[in-house]
């Protein structure tokens, strides 16, 4: 089973953890990206998220799919937010269920970091003294 889902709504990590969990599972892993208070010494206002939505979720069902096949996940939850969001809010959800703990670590950092190069959300940070448009990846 694989969850995505591209939204306006805050996200809820139970929500998620919830849709995760199987008794066939020996371990979940879950990463949550939120919004922090700066970067680069500069004190962070708020991000603003955008997705070309279509392509956002083909490109998420990759990861998941990739996910199941190459760790053998029994579930995934991959849940990205857009538009405004503050600090401390929750930017994005991944959750893997896999037989054992060791594969849910690895497919886990792997969702989280392909999400990051391939999928077409882009944010936009705001500061005190201004804004820019940045890669949604480190």
Known sequence: MISIDVSDLPLQ???CYHLAITPDAG???IFVGTVRNQTQNKKVIKLVFEAYTPMA???MQKIGST???RWGALKVVIHHRVGELLVGDIAVIIAVSTP???AAFEACQYAIDTLKE???IWKKEFFEDGQIWVAAHP
């Open 57 to 59: 979720i083909k490109e």
């Open 100 to 102: 054992h703990r060791a």
């Open 13 to 15: 990590l139970a929500d």
């Open 67 to 69: 996910l199941e096949e």
């Open 27 to 29: 371990g979940q892993a």
């Open 118 to 120: 391939t999928v077409p």
